[in-house]
């Protein structure tokens, strides 16, 4: 790489780190749980045995900054820690502020009803929110991890 690529980038990385620390918007306290990645909210909408996730979150000055460059692929290993007590996980699409998960096997059919066992979180997103097949919804702020919960 040129050495005036280098110094670009480096001047580009320090200004966006100068602005986050001036800037009054920018709460740093958020970011220590996930180091660059806060989740906002995370809504799972189970569909017999499997479940969809859809993330929405923000990401650390620094961290935005560095997805513009290289792009949002480069969140996915973040976003596969958010469920590494879960198997089977497929990342569908991910952007700056959002992700879409599929999550295979997340529950298991027991005659008529579907069992999902408790699993734990890699990070507490502020809002968790269980969608039943049914359409009926449970909001749980800051959960470490989903309920032990049945459905139809």
Do not use: C
């Amino acid at each position: 790489m040129k050495i005036k690529a280098i110094i670009t980038i480096a001047l580009i990385i320090s200004a966006a780190l100068m602005a986050a620390r001036v800037s009054p918007g920018v709460n740093t306290e958020q970011f220590r749980e996930g180091k660059y990645i806060h989740i906002d909210s995370m809504v799972i909408e189970f569909d017999k045995t499997d479940a969809n996730v859809q993330i929405r979150y923000h990401l650390s000055p620094f961290a935005q900054v560095y997805i513009f460059m290289f792009g949002s692929k480069h969140l996915e290993p973040k976003i596969k820690d958010i469920f590494f007590d879960f198997e089977n996980i497929e990342v569908l699409k991910i952007g700056r502020t959002s992700a879409l998960i599929h999550v295979k096997d997340v529950s298991r059919q027991n005659d008529a009803y579907f069992l999902h066992d408790s699993r734990e979180l890699g990070m507490q997103p502020d809002i968790l929110t269980l969608v039943y097949p049914d359409r009926t919804r449970q909001s749980i702020e800051y959960a470490k991890a989903t309920p032990d919960i049945f459905y139809t």
